[in-house]
């Protein structure tokens, strides 16, 4: 009873990876159980949403509403000659975010899942950052990439790799990817601890089975463990590409949106007009990010259920 693995793996393994999936997409709890969270939800979540809306029409001083503006503060955001640098950061961010988190995340989270001694050390070292306050993070990693006195730079030049030390937050063209870097320092544990429960739940008898007909770690993986796991691969994603469009706090604290405006992402833009007491543009613009980013979640949880369900 043989076994290909250029296609589906063998019936009854198949058969297995059906049975734990319905499995987990059984519905034990009633929907009353929600209710606490979504009352919570509309209250934080949605009234505030439909607030921006309304206010974003409006000539707002922050204490009472003035004239009807119509999509003027729509107009002067998109004319502001920080925008395109703002969106075009935000998709840097978000798309080297994504890809590091995502695939660093399943190598750390599939290490951790062997049967190695210091894996426990191992899981607390990476889930360590995440638990860690954004802003200590930020003033951290400032000194840690210092030109000159900056840990980094100095290791670089003492085993002669001087050619490689940077002003990582000061160089207009690498400051987003450095930004980006300790964001994925700081949030990788995260998306591995996710991994690895979608790991720890897939049947060890479906690599036994494989195993024992054949199969290598290469073809189990690509066949058994990114089936089992698509559905949390696609929670990862969509975390990602959230947190990557509404970044703010790492550009915040480790640039302020500088050198000059080399860093500034929409964020930092709402928080500008804020600054400025332009607060019907800085709702505006909080409306463009709102829609942005479930235009993109909508976007990808299509695409992504039909790879799903295509797998």
Same mark, same amino acid.
């Given at each position: 009873?043989?076994?290909?693995?250029?296609?589906?793996?063998?019936?009854?393994?198949?058969?297995?990876?059906?049975?734990?999936?319905?499995?987990?997409?059984?519905?034990?709890?009633?929907?009353k159980y929600l209710m606490p969270?979504?009352?919570?939800?509309?209250?934080?979540?949605?009234?505030?949403?439909?607030?921006?809306?309304?206010?974003?029409?409006?000539?707002?001083?922050?204490?009472?509403?003035?004239?009807?503006?119509?999509?003027?503060?729509?107009?002067?955001?998109?004319?502001?000659?920080?925008?395109?640098?703002?969106?075009?950061?935000?998709?840097?961010?978000?798309?080297?975010?994504?890809?590091?988190?995502?695939?660093?995340?399943?190598?750390?989270?599939?290490?951790?899942?062997?049967?190695?001694?210091?894996?426990?050390?191992?899981?607390?070292?990476?889930?360590?950052?995440?638990?860690?306050?954004?802003?200590?993070?930020?003033?951290?990693?400032?000194?840690?990439?210092?030109?000159?006195?900056?840990?980094?730079?100095?290791?670089?030049?003492?085993?002669?790799?001087?050619?490689?030390?940077?002003?990582?937050?000061?160089?207009?063209?690498?400051?987003?990817?450095?930004?980006?870097?300790?964001?994925?320092?700081?949030?990788?544990?995260?998306?591995?601890?996710?991994?690895?429960?979608?790991?720890?739940?897939?049947?060890?008898?479906?690599?036994?089975?494989?195993?024992?007909?054949?199969?290598? +770690? *290469?073809?189990?993986?690509?066949?058994?463990?990114?089936?089992?796991?698509?559905? %949390? #691969? $696609? @929670?990862?994603? !969509?975390?990602?590409?959230?947190?990557?469009?509404?970044?703010?706090? +790492? *550009?915040?604290?480790?640039?302020?949106?500088?050198?000059?405006?080399?860093?500034? %992402? #929409? $964020? @930092?833009?709402? !928080?500008?007009?804020?600054?400025?007491?332009?607060?019907?543009?800085?709702?505006?613009?909080?409306?463009?990010?709102?829609?942005?980013?479930?235009?993109?979640?909508?976007?990808?949880?299509?695409? !992504?259920?039909?790879?799903?369900?295509?797998?």
């Open positions: 009873m043989g076994i290909s693995f250029h296609g589906y793996p063998h019936s009854y393994i198949k058969d297995d990876i059906m049975k734990t999936e319905n499995l987990l997409m059984r519905k034990t709890y009633s929907y969270g979504l009352i919570i939800f509309v209250f934080l979540v949605i009234l505030p949403a439909v607030g921006s809306f309304y206010y974003s029409v409006f000539n707002y001083n922050g204490l009472k509403v003035g004239e009807f503006v119509g999509l003027n503060n729509f107009k002067e955001i998109f004319t502001n000659s920080n925008v395109n640098i703002c969106f075009k950061n935000t998709f840097i961010f978000s798309a080297v975010t994504l890809f590091l988190k995502v695939v660093l995340g399943l190598a750390f989270a599939l290490l951790a899942n062997t049967q190695i001694r210091t894996k426990g050390l191992f899981k607390s070292i990476l889930f360590f950052p995440v638990i860690l306050s954004s802003v200590a993070v930020g003033v951290s990693f400032t000194a840690i990439l210092h030109p000159e006195t900056g840990i980094v730079n100095i290791i670089l030049r003492t085993v002669g790799l001087g050619a490689l030390a940077h002003e990582w937050l000061t160089d207009p063209g690498i400051v987003m990817y450095s930004i980006a870097a300790v964001d994925v320092w700081k949030n990788v544990g995260f998306h591995m601890a996710l991994f690895l429960a979608g790991l720890q739940i897939i049947p060890h008898d479906l690599y036994e089975s494989a195993f024992i007909d054949g199969a290598g +770690s *290469v073809k189990k993986f690509i066949h058994i463990t990114v089936p089992l796991l698509l559905p %949390v #691969i $696609n @929670t990862n994603i !969509l975390f990602s590409i959230i947190g990557g469009m509404k970044v703010f706090d +790492s *550009v915040y604290v480790l640039t302020g949106g500088g050198p000059g405006n080399a860093s500034q %992402v #929409i $964020n @930092t833009i709402v !928080l500008s007009n804020f600054a400025q007491m332009r607060y019907g543009e800085a709702t505006a613009a909080n409306v463009i990010l709102f829609v942005m980013v479930m235009i993109t979640i909508l976007v990808l949880n299509k695409f !992504l259920g039909m790879v799903e369900k295509e797998v």
